[in-house]
C-alpha cells in the first residue's frame, strides 16, 4: 500500500502554486511517502532513466507519478506515452492531476496507458478536497515493485 512509505511520488508539475498545494494536502491526508518535484517533462524522463540532473542516482524501486499535461519541454503527454512505451517504466502507475477536462484529452491519457484521470478544479477549496480525498485513494492502494 502507498501509506507503508516505500513508494516514492514523482510530482510533475510546474505550477510552485499547485505543487504546494498538492503536497500540502496530501500530507493532510496523511501520505508521508517521500516526494520528488520536477517542473518539465524532460526532467521527469531524466529523474525516470537517471540522466541529465539525475545521472548517478538510483530510481527508487516503487514509484507512483502524479503528471501535469501542460508542463515545459515534454508535455505530460510526451512523457506518458514514452513512459509506457519503456518495458522498465510501463508498470509505474501514473494519474494524470490536470485542469484539462475535455473528454477527448481524458481518453487519449487512457489510451496512452495511465492508470487514472484526475481533474483540478479552479477554486481553492474544491482544489484541494480533489488532492485530499486522492490521498485518500493513494492510502488505500497497492504498488507492485518495479523490475529494474
Known sequence: MLN???V?????????GHAR?????????NIKNNLVQVDNGQSALDYLFQE?????????????????LNIPVLDGYQVLKRMKSEECLKCIPVVILTTTD????????????CNVYVTKPVDYE????????????LSVITIA???N
Open 8 to 16: 516514492t511520488i514523482l510530482l510533475v508539475e510546474d505550477d510552485p
Open 52 to 68: 541529465g540532473e539525475f545521472e548517478g542516482t538510483t530510481r527508487p524501486p516503487s514509484l507512483l507519478v502524479l503528471l501535469d
Open 126 to 137: 474544491k482544489f484541494a478536497e480533489a488532492i485530499r480525498n486522492l490521498g485518500l485513494f
Open 4 to 6: 507503508q512509505h516505500s
Open 145 to 147: 515493485p518495479e523490475n
Open 102 to 113: 475535455d473528454t477527448r484529452e481524458v481518453v487519449k491519457c487512457y489510451e496512452l496507458g
Open 21 to 29: 498545494l498538492i503536497e500540502k494536502n496530501l500530507r493532510r491526508a
